[in-house]
């Protein structure tokens, strides 16, 4: 292409495209030549402050879809490929594998949950690609056919990332204790939750391992919070925005630990998109907003809590023995049933890892799926 078809301004320049012509920041441009990233470490290698003055264009050209700059105070040419160029005038970022739209489900799920069997995840990247892409699409994937030993969840956890610790630990067991630290430690119903809102970072993908489950009873629960999130933004808008602009307390305390953070209860990504959930009501502490701006928010977080209990989102299904669910814990809102503590045995060991894990998982076994 000629330097005619290119529009050279003070702070950047419009470059011609297939989908027509686009305004690219020099500055922008200097930092994603090929030239600032290190080949072996993939690192950032070009530090744009070091720059004695602002950087300014003198000559571009495009050959073998590679867009090639001369700097006005610069020897060395950068080159940006057209593909980079292309993906940010079309969605504003580099294209990324992993950023796959979410499919908002509600009670009828439960057939379509993704299954895996356990040797699939651990021994083939088709395997890893498929429970990966659920997690991202659908936030909830059960792997199956589990090892029924100690090293069985962390065998298949390390086949997505490294167990993230949390107060509890590494792992936790879900099962009657004489002395509980956790609801979820007893026989009693569990309200429908998010699980550790008041550690600072919340666990990204939370695995359960069911070992055992002969109870009568202890049903579990699980819903989409996205879609919820989605209808209470279509059917309150008000109520949406107050749930997504304001941060409120959690707590998770007990003799040992005093873990304290404040979190967002709607979860929104840089474009407003509904991301996920953070929920629970036996770990919110005392609302510490304005109390003239709880006469607003209450009855939204309200609604929001009712909404979760009706019909048409949640899904109900038994544990197995042998089945592993895996989900998104800052999007899919769990609980479970009360059971007869007596009438048998009920043992789930947990764990997480994080969600940032769980794409670059995606990112690299779909390369080889």
């Given at each position: 292409?000629?330097?005619?078809?290119?529009?050279?301004?003070?702070?950047?320049?419009?470059?011609?495209?297939?989908?027509?012509?686009?305004?690219?920041?020099?500055?922008?441009?200097?930092?994603?030549?090929?030239?600032?990233?290190?080949?072996?470490?993939?690192?950032?290698?070009?530090?744009?402050?070091?720059?004695?003055?602002?950087?300014?264009?003198?000559?571009?050209?495009?050959?073998?879809?590679?867009?090639?700059?001369?700097?006005?105070?610069?020897?060395?040419?950068?080159?940006?490929?057209?593909?980079?160029?292309?993906?940010?005038?079309?969605?504003?970022?580099?294209?990324?594998?992993?950023?796959?739209?979410?499919?908002?489900?509600?009670?009828?799920?439960?057939?379509?949950?993704?299954?895996?069997?356990?040797?699939?995840?651990?021994?083939?990247?088709?395997?890893?690609?498929?429970?990966?892409?659920?997690?991202?699409?659908?936030?909830?994937?059960?792997?199956?056919?589990?090892?029924?030993?100690?090293?069985?969840?962390?065998?298949?956890?390390?086949?997505?990332?490294?167990?993230?610790?949390?107060?509890?630990?590494?792992?936790?067991?879900?099962?009657v204790e004489i002395?509980?630290?956790?609801?979820?430690?007893?026989?009693?119903?569990?309200?429908?939750?998010?699980?550790?809102?008041?550690?600072?970072?919340?666990?990204?993908?939370?695995?359960?391992?069911?070992?055992?489950?002969?109870?009568?009873?202890?049903?579990?629960?699980?819903?989409?919070?996205v879609a919820v999130?989605?209808?209470?933004?279509?059917?309150?808008?008000?109520?949406?925005?107050?749930?997504?602009?304001?941060?409120?307390?959690?707590?998770?305390?007990?003799?040992?630990?005093?873990?304290?953070?404040?979190?967002?209860?709607?979860?929104?990504?840089q474009d407003g998109?509904?991301?996920?959930?953070?929920?629970?009501?036996?770990?919110?502490?005392?609302?510490?907003?304005?109390?003239?701006?709880?006469?607003?928010?209450?009855?939204?977080?309200?609604?929001?809590?009712?909404?979760?209990?009706?019909?048409?989102?949640?899904?109900?299904?038994?544990?197995?023995?042998?089945?592993?669910?895996?989900?998104?814990?800052?999007?899919?809102?769990?609980?479970?049933?009360?059971?007869?503590?007596?009438?048998?045995?009920?043992?789930?060991?947990?764990?997480?890892?994080?969600?940032?894990?769980?794409?670059?998982?995606?990112?690299?076994?779909?390369?080889?799926?």
């Amino acid at each position: 292409m000629m330097n005619t078809q290119f529009e050279l301004q003070d702070n950047g320049v419009i470059v011609p495209l297939s989908n027509g012509p686009k305004y690219f920041n020099y500055y922008w441009l200097r930092d994603a030549s090929n030239t600032s990233i290190d080949p072996q470490t993939r690192e950032r290698i070009f530090d744009v402050s070091q720059l004695p003055t602002a950087p300014k264009a003198t000559d571009l050209s495009i050959k073998d879809d590679v867009l090639t700059i001369n700097w006005d105070a610069e020897d060395t040419p950068s080159e940006v490929p057209i593909s980079l160029l292309e993906s940010v005038a079309t969605t504003g970022r580099a294209e990324d594998v992993a950023a796959i739209p979410r499919k908002v489900w509600y009670n009828g799920h439960l057939p379509n949950i993704p299954r895996i069997p356990q040797a699939e995840v651990i021994n083939t990247a088709a395997g890893r690609a498929k429970l990966t892409r659920a997690l991202i699409e659908d936030g909830i994937a059960i792997v199956s056919d589990m090892e029924p030993t100690e090293e069985s969840l962390p065998n298949l956890v390390k086949a997505i990332g490294p167990v993230t610790p949390s107060g509890e630990g590494l792992f936790f067991n879900v099962r009657v204790e004489i002395e509980p630290t956790n609801l979820a430690f007893t026989a009693g119903p569990l309200e429908m939750h998010t699980d550790l809102p008041g550690e600072e970072a919340a666990p990204g993908v939370q695995f359960l391992h069911c070992l055992e489950n002969t109870v009568d009873g202890g049903l579990s629960l699980f819903l989409d919070g996205v879609a919820v999130a989605m209808a209470l933004k279509e059917e309150d808008p008000d109520a949406f925005e107050m749930l997504a602009a304001h941060k409120i307390p959690f707590f998770y305390r007990h003799d040992k630990i005093d873990y304290r953070s404040h979190q967002r209860v709607i979860e929104t990504d840089q474009d407003g998109n509904v991301t996920g959930v953070t929920i629970s009501q036996h770990l919110q502490d005392n609302m510490d907003l304005p109390q003239d701006l709880l006469d607003r928010y209450y009855p939204a977080f309200i609604k929001f809590i009712r909404m979760m209990q009706e019909d048409r989102f949640l899904l109900k299904f038994k544990s197995e023995a042998g089945n592993c669910v895996v989900f998104d814990n800052h999007r899919i809102v769990h609980g479970r049933e009360g059971y007869v503590a007596d009438s048998g045995s009920r043992h789930l060991r947990g764990c997480y890892t994080d969600r940032a894990a769980m794409r670059s998982t995606y990112r690299i076994a779909s390369k080889s799926a």
